[in-house]
Every structure is written in C-alpha cells, then in structure tokens.
Nanobody, 123 residues
Framework: QVQLVESGGGLVQAGGSLRLSCAAS????????RGWFRQAPGKERELVAG????????YPAASVKGRFTISRDSAKTTVYLQMNTLKPEDTGVYYC????????????????WGQGTQVTVSS
C-alpha cells in the first residue's frame, strides 16, 4: 500500500507560480512512477506531468510544456510540480498518483491516489 498526500495548492493571480508537493509513504516508493493529474470543472482528469521510477519526466499536456516542471527529492519519496506563468485555464484539482515503474497516461493506469489539492488561478 502507498499513501500519497498532496499540498501546496491555493489561489494565485494569472502569471504567478505555485509548487505542489506529493509526499509518499508505504511500500517501496522508490520503484514507483508518479503522475500529476489535473481535473478542471466538468472535464476529465488529464495527466499534466509524470516521472518514471528512474527519473525520466514527461509532459503529455501541450498546454503546460515550458511552464510546469516535475521533480523529486533524493529519497524518491516526495515529488514536486513547479507551476510557473499560471493561467486561468490551469484551474482545477491537482492529484498525485503512483504506479509501479513507468509513467501511465490515463487515470486507470494508476494504483494509488492522493486526495487532491485545489489550484485556482484568477485573471
């Protein structure tokens, strides 16, 4: 079992920055990939950034490339999502998810989820 706890969300003006954190505990966190998903009101949950267990990052959502960066600590337990130049369309609930080894692109690929953290970007 893996437990994930997100933090760092909040209200920010357009153009601002936030850093989200996802702390993991439980079994063998170091061999798990992590994904950051975003769910906007009325929309499906989408993967915005992922990192494999070897540290390879991917950004499937074109809208965040160059603005969002996923990283992790040396212990491989906490994963971060640095979000810069935020836009109102970045508003949503951000979820951290985990699965063994490689990054999955869809929510059903993941075994463990955090509770989510709200990000609201005002214009």
């Amino acid at each position: 079992q893996v437990q994930l706890v997100e933090s760092g969300g909040g209200l920010v003006q357009a153009g601002g920055s936030l850093r989200l954190s996802c702390a993991a505990s439980g079994r063998t966190c170091s061999t798990y990939a992590r994904g950051w998903f975003r769910q906007a009101p009325g929309k499906e949950r989408e993967l915005v950034a992922g990192m494999s267990w070897t540290g390879v990052s991917t950004y499937p959502a074109a809208s965040v490339k160059g603005r969002f960066t996923i990283s992790r600590d040396s212990a491989k337990t906490t994963v971060y999502l640095q979000m810069n130049t935020l836009k109102p369309e970045d508003t949503g609930v951000y979820y951290c998810a985990a699965r063994p080894y490689g990054v999955g692109l869809t929510p059903t690929d993941y075994d463990y989820w955090g509770q989510g953290t709200q990000v609201t970007v005002s214009s």
